[in-house]
């Protein structure tokens, strides 16, 4: 009996010296794991978001610089129609109704301005059916994010624009 007895303290020694991780230590270790996971993904959605904007100026732009360029050399007028309501630009030649391209303003920009920016034919001079603006046409969107207004003011005469 007194073997059997002392057997059984030294089970129970035994599982009591037995270590491992503690539920709070296994906790703090995913943690710490999950944050260097997260926190690159963060950034790069700031990043990604970044990029797209650039990218979008950087199509219109060119966009823009083409139609009036085929305009000057087609002897075609060319024009660029901003719907608002529907955050699309569609650029065209006036002879087919097909569109060139269309573009579709990104989710964290806002087209502010509306109606159509003309380019005549043979010279690549603007017009534009905007309201209140005179015969030198805009373009203004509004970044959602950091509230800051982006302009392309375009040039009488030229058909150049500048950015604001």
């Not at 719907?83 to 699309?88: E, M, P």
């Not at 502010?112 to 034919?121: G, K, M, Q, R």
């Not at 015969?135 to 604001?164: D, H, M, W």
């Amino acid at each position: 009996m007194l073997m059997k007895s002392n057997m059984l303290f030294m089970k129970k020694q035994k599982r009591n010296d037995v270590e491992g991780f503690t539920l709070i230590e296994l906790l703090i270790v995913l943690i710490v794991v999950i944050s260097f996971v997260l926190l690159p993904t963060l950034a790069l959605k700031s990043w990604q978001e970044e990029l797209e904007k650039r990218f979008f100026y950087y199509q219109f732009e060119k966009s823009v610089l083409h139609v009036q360029q085929m305009a000057i050399t087609d002897h075609r007028g060319t024009q660029v129609d901003l719907y608002q309501d529907q955050q699309l630009i569609i650029f065209f030649t006036n002879d087919t109704k097909l569109a060139w391209r269309q573009l579709e303003v990104p989710e964290s920009i806002t087209l502010v301005s509306e109606n159509s920016i003309l380019f005549s034919a043979g010279k690549g001079n603007i017009s534009t059916t905007q309201i209140g603006v005179g015969s030198i046409p805009r373009v203004i969107f509004t970044e959602s994010n950091a509230q800051q207004r982006v302009i392309y003011q375009f040039q009488l005469g030229s058909g150049r624009f500048e950015r604001k």
